[in-house]
Every structure is written in structure tokens, then in C-alpha cells.
């Protein structure tokens, strides 16, 4: 046979009555499959070891091995093999147990070969489906963006590993951590390595748009509506449908709009804005934020009922500072991607002063404010180093290695409040999680921040 041409199903018929057998095993011939009869369990077992069938029909009740022993062997063989049982009337409380063991269908005698080549066809395309999902997900998992990602560091080996924990499950995720630190890369991550890499990754920053626009945008509305509304439209929550909805920034979404999207994940239907009917969704949600959801919700902006759904697992994204082992990778890395965007600036390398220097920055902004540093110094060099003089005035500008007590003797109040700010930024920006490390309340850690001459601190 052609290579190009596709391979006929092959299927192995089983039954003690050989006339039975052959019956059905030539009306499948004759409907295009390749079936081979088998009048005992036994010469169906050797057949299995011999060769490969893409499905089972087999009696029931045989002497000796009976059908459900026979379908446990041929599943070991094959575990997703179909298998299609035949069985008399009397017994239909087997044919429901080899169900329950996995049987795909059951046919009760007689029965017409057309009505057991139909299921068969059914079967064999789910089973292709199956396996070409199953293929496609290996793809995109071995595709998956974690090339975007260089890290070495414990703390990044740490989030990695919650990641290749939860990525193959369906439960909501909550990623968190400064702006900068690749919550969305992460996200995509997820949805790579999930059961759900085939399907749409969608993608909502509800900091983006005021609130009658996201309403609109995620739950999608009828035409009439609302003024503007010429068409109807189903909405991101929809379009996610069989895949994944990336919430990002999901603390500054509103209230009301909150509340909306939590009977979407607990009762997994949506509603268009101006619609009457429901309409059932299948979707995983990942949501991110750099705000601490205990302030918010605290202060009345976030709804706790929303974050417990959320938070399922959340998984918190290291600040570049917290991993400066990492620092030296990403120079190297970012170094050679804007060297070839920019192939007519000289730079060629870092001076391993201006890497120290790199390495000692606290980055705010995080890998993305680092990426943008690389960009520029390539953009402006000189020469083939980048040295000192070449780094950005934020960079040149900071103490290295500065103290807590750098300045001499200092009031209390000043300790404090350097303290404090240090302590802030240890622990992410979080100051419900800063007042439990110091051992004192939000209050009390908000006078010693408030000093004068403190710092700005993230809120």
C-alpha cells in the first residue's frame, strides 16, 4: 500500500460460535475494515501478542476466559483500545459491568453489522482525536515559552516546580509578584503544559479598561444592548471556552464585575450583558496581581469569597533582587538578543565592573526594567565593552552595597523608618505580611514608613 494512503482499521472479532465470529468479521471486510474472527479466548490472546488491532469485538460469556478477562488483557496490550462487547439479552447486567471496567459500548444479539460498524467508526475517530491532542500537547509542552526564562536560582527552581505540579490540573492558579516579574510568561507556561495547550489562551488586563468596557469585553453582550452595540458579541470568557482565560491584574477589577465573574467559575455559565440566556462555559482561569489581596480586601476593593476561588494555588514570583544569581544569565542573554536586533552598535560584552554594578541594583522594575537597561546600553554604546560609564543613571546612581547605617549615627526614628523600608522591600511590597514579620500592626508600620525624607515604597 502507498505510504500516502491510510492504513485500514484492523479489528479482532471474538466469539465461542465460530460461524458467529466469521459473520460479523465478514460484514466488517465488507464495510472496509480488516477483521480478523477468533473463536476462543485463547487464539484471541495469541492474536494480541502476534499483532496490533486498533479495536475489540468480543463476546461476553466464552468458556473458559470470559470477555471482561479477555478486554483487561487486550487493554494491558493496548491501553486505549476500543473495545465493543457483545452480549444476549438475558445478560445485559455484564454488558453494564464491562462498562464500568471500561468496555467503549455494548450491542445485544442479533444485532445488524451496519449498527456495529457505525460505533466502530465513532470509536476509532475519538481514539484519532484523542491521540492527536495527546501529540499536540507534547508539541507545545516541548514549544512551551519557558525559553523566555533564564533562571538558576533556587527560588526560580522553586516556582518552577509548583508550576510542572499544577500545569497538567484544572484548577484556578493565583500568580503573584511585583510588576516586571513575568506573571504573564508563567501563565502561558501553564497553559502550554496543560491538557488545555490546544486550545485558546486568552489574555484580559482589567487595569486596561474602564468598567461598562470590561463588562462588555469579558462577558460579551446582544445586539441593543447598550448605545453602540450593533452586533452581538460573546465575550472573552466565552472565546476561552475549552481552554484557558489569563485574568492579569485581576485587584483592580471592580466590585460588581467581581461578583459577576465569580458565578462564572463557580456555576460555569455566562450571561451577555442584555441576554436572557445562559450559555455554559469549560475554561481554566489564572489570575495575577501585584497588589496584596488582603490589604484590598480589607479596605473593602476586593471580594474574599472571589480570592478563596481563586486561590486555589497561588504561586508567588521571586523579585529580581531576591534572585541575583540569575542577574549575570539574563545580561548574557538580553546582551545577545539586542545585539542582533542592533547589529550596527559595537557592543560585544560587559565589563565585569559594570556586571557587578548590574548585579548590586535592586531593579524595581524587574527582568523587564533589566531588559529594557540591555537595550539601551546597546543602543548607546561606545565601544565593544559596556563599562561603567555606559550603565543607566539609575544604576551608576545607587550605593553599592550601601547599609542600613551608612551616615553615621542616626535618631531612632530614622532607623526605623530604613528598617522598615528595607523590610518592605525583602517581602515583596506586601505590607499586611511586613507588619507580621516585624511584629507590629499596619498602623504602626505605616507611621514608620510616613516619616519624613522616607523613600517611596510601592503601596
Known amino acids: 500500500m502507498p505510504p500516502h494512503e491510510p492504513r485500514v482499521p ?45 479495536a475489540l469485538v468480543t463476546d461476553l460469556r466464552m468458556p473458559g476466559v470470559d470477555g471482561l478477562a479477555l478486554m483487561a488483557e487486550a487493554r494491558r496490550v493496548t491501553p486505549d483500545l476500543p473495545v465493543i462487547v457483545m452480549t444476549a439479552y438475558g445478560a445485559i447486567d455484564s454488558a453494564i459491568e464491562s462498562m464500568r471496567r471500561g468496555a467503549s459500548h455494548y450491542l445485544t444479539k442479533p444485532f445488524k453489522v451496519e449498527e456495529l460498524a457505525l460505533f466502530l467508526d465513532r470509536l476509532l475517530d475519538e481514539r484519532r482525536v484523542r491521540r492527536e491532542a495527546s501529540a499536540l500537547r507534547a508539541v507545545l509542552r516541548e514549544r512551551a515559552p519557558e525559553s523566555g526564562i533564564i533562571a538558576a536560582s533556587k527560588a526560580m527552581a522553586q516556582v518552577f516546580e509548583v508550576i510542572g505540579r499544577m500545569a497538567d490540573t484544572d484548577v484556578p492558579v493565583l500568580l503573584l509578584g511585583e510588576t516586571g516579574t513575568g506573571k504573564g510568561l508563567f501563565a502561558r507556561i501553564l497553559h502550554a503544559r496543560s491538557a488545555r495547550a490546544s486550545g485558546p489562551f486568552v489574555t484580559v488586563n482589567c487595569a486596561a479598561l474602564p468598567e461598562p468596557l470590561l463588562e462588555s469585553e469579558l462577558f460579551g453582550h446582544v445586539k441593543g444592548a447598550f448605545t453602540g452595540a450593533t452586533q452581538n458579541r460573546p465575550g472573552l470568557v466565552a472565546e476561552s471556552h475549552g481552554g484557558t482565560l489569563f485574568l492579569d491584574e485581576i485587584a483592580e477589577m471592580s466590585p460588581a464585575l467581581q461578583a459577576k465573574l465569580l458565578d462564572v467559575l463557580e456555576r460555569r455559565v455566562v450571561r451577555a450583558v442584555g441576554a436572557s440566556r445562559e450559555r455554559a462555559v469549560d475554561l481554566r482561569v489564572i489570575a495575577a496581581t501585584h497588589r496584596d489581596l488582603d490589604e484590598r480586601i480589607k479596605a473593602g476593593a476586593f471580594r474574599e469569597d472571589l480570592r478563596y476561588r481563586l486561590d486555589v494555588v497561588s504561586i508567588e514570583l521571586p523579585p529580581l533582587r531576591q534572585r541575583r544569581e540569575d542577574i549575570p544569565l539574563l545580561l548574557e542573554h538580553f546582551l545577545r538578543e539586542a545585539r542582533g536586533r542592533h547589529r550596527g552598535s559595537p557592543a560585544e560584552r560587559l565589563a565585569p565592573e559594570a556586571i557587578a554594578r548590574l548585579v548590586d541594583y535592586r531593579w524595581p522594575g524587574n527582568v523587564r526594567e533589566l531588559a529594557y537597561a540591555v537595550e539601551r546600553m546597546v543602543l548607546l554604546a561606545r565601544s565593544a565593552e559596556i563599562t561603567v560609564a555606559d550603565l543607566p543613571h539609575a544604576v551608576v546612581a545607587a550605593r553599592s552595597g550601601g547599609s542600613l547605617f551608612d551616615g553615621g549615627v542616626m535618631p531612632v526614628r530614622d532607623l526605623q523608618r530604613r528598617y522598615a523600608t528595607w ?7 506586601h505590607r499586611t505580611r511586613t507588619a507580621e514579620q516585624l511584629g507590629i500592626d499596619l498602623k504602626t508600620l505605616a507611621k514608620w514608613l510616613s516619616e519624613p525624607e522616607a523613600p517611596g515604597e510601592r503601596d
Do not use: N, W
Not at 423 to 429: C, E, K, S
Open 10 to 54: 484492523r479489528i479482532l472479532v471474538v466469539d465461542d460460535e465460530r460461524e458467529m465470529a466469521e459473520m460479523v468479521a465478514d460484514g466488517l471486510c465488507d464495510r472496509g475494515y480488516e477483521a480478523v474472527a477468533a473463536s476462543s479466548s485463547d487464539e484471541a490472546k495469541g492474536r494480541l501478542g502476534e499483532d496490533t488491532f486498533d
Open 423 to 429: 523590610a518592605l522591600d525583602q517581602l515583596g511590597g
